[in-house]
């Protein structure tokens, strides 16, 4: 065991815990989390580590004490703090970085989508016109559409909270994935004209991207921040396979 490659997976989205699993039986793996959700998703036979490691220095001091081999930022999209850590990490201590990230969401014909570059900008092209908007963001950025007095806003989330920062905003809860039937019903149910999201990718949370181009309902997509240079993969096999590329 003790001569195992150890290897520094940065989790928190499904992607990630499958590459851990994958190299567990291969490498000795760290699965590490920021802490945020109460019950992650984790691997089996890996080490988990929760909490911030105390910046890109801290991350760097961690990854030369425990001699990791290759890290693997299998982070959100949207997490580019922790991205832009593992860079300079990286970068400090000469280890091989491996982004793993889904790929975007792309506009199809019968889509209507109009681009943000984050949440402020979002809240801008909402504009005047819309009556009601769906906010499929996370809890943290609702903030951002406090300012706006006109549409009546729809948000969801996964777990109930009892403050969200816009007055008289309709609640739901539910956990996805959801189902193109089970999206469409709620933008109808609501009368939604906008609906609000990140381009977070994948097909798990895909459902109410195609119920809007079915209802012919517009989105504000919040784009993706960029990532940092180097090495990148859009699936798990090719994470697998450059991590052992690197062992050799
Ligand atoms: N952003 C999203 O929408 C989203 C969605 C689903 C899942 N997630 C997951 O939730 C976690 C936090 O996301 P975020 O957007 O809050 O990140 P972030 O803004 O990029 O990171 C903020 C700080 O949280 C700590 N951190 C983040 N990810 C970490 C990880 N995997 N392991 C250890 N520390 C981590 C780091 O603290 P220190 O500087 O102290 O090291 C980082 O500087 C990530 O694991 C991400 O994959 C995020």
């Given at each position: 065991m003790a001569d195992r490659p150890h290897i520094l997976i940065l989790g928190g989205t499904s992607e990630a815990v499958d590459v851990a699993e994958e190299l567990a039986g291969r490498c000795s793996i760290t699965y590490a989390l920021?802490?945020?959700?109460?019950r992650p998703a984790l691997p089996a036979d890996c080490k988990v580590r929760i909490g911030g490691f105390g910046g890109a220095r801290g991350l760097a001091e961690w990854m030369e004490q425990t001699s990791v081999s290759v890290l693997v930022?299998?982070?959100?999209?949207?997490?580019a703090a922790i991205a832009a850590n593992a860079a300079t990490a990286a970068a400090a201590t000469r280890t091989p970085r491996l982004k793993l990230v889904r790929p975007a969401w792309m506009e199809t014909p019968g889509d209507r989508w109009r681009h943000a570059r984050d949440v402020a900008e979002a809240a801008q092209l909402i504009?005047?016109?819309?009556q009601t908007v769906f906010l499929a963001i996370g809890y943290q950025e609702?903030?951002?559409?406090?300012?706006?007095?006109?549409p009546r806003f729809v948000v969801r989330t996964i777990d109930p909270h009892t403050?969200?920062?816009?007055?008289g905003a309709i609640h739901v809860t539910g956990r996805g994935p959801f189902t193109i039937r089970q999206e469409t019903g709620l933008l109808q149910r609501h009368g939604i004209d906008v609906l609000v999201t990140r381009n977070?990718?994948?097909?798990?949370?895909h459902a109410k991207i195609a119920a809007a181009r079915d209802t012919g309902t517009p989105i504000v997509m919040i784009d993706r921040p960029p990532l940092p240079d180097g090495e990148v993969c859009t699936d798990t096999l090719c994470a697998v396979s450059r991590v052992l590329d690197h062992l050799r």
């Open positions: 920021a802490g945020r959700t109460e930022d299998a982070t959100h999209p949207f997490a504009g005047d016109t819309a609702l903030a951002a559409f406090s300012g706006l007095a006109k403050r969200i920062p816009l007055p977070s990718g994948g097909q798990a949370t």
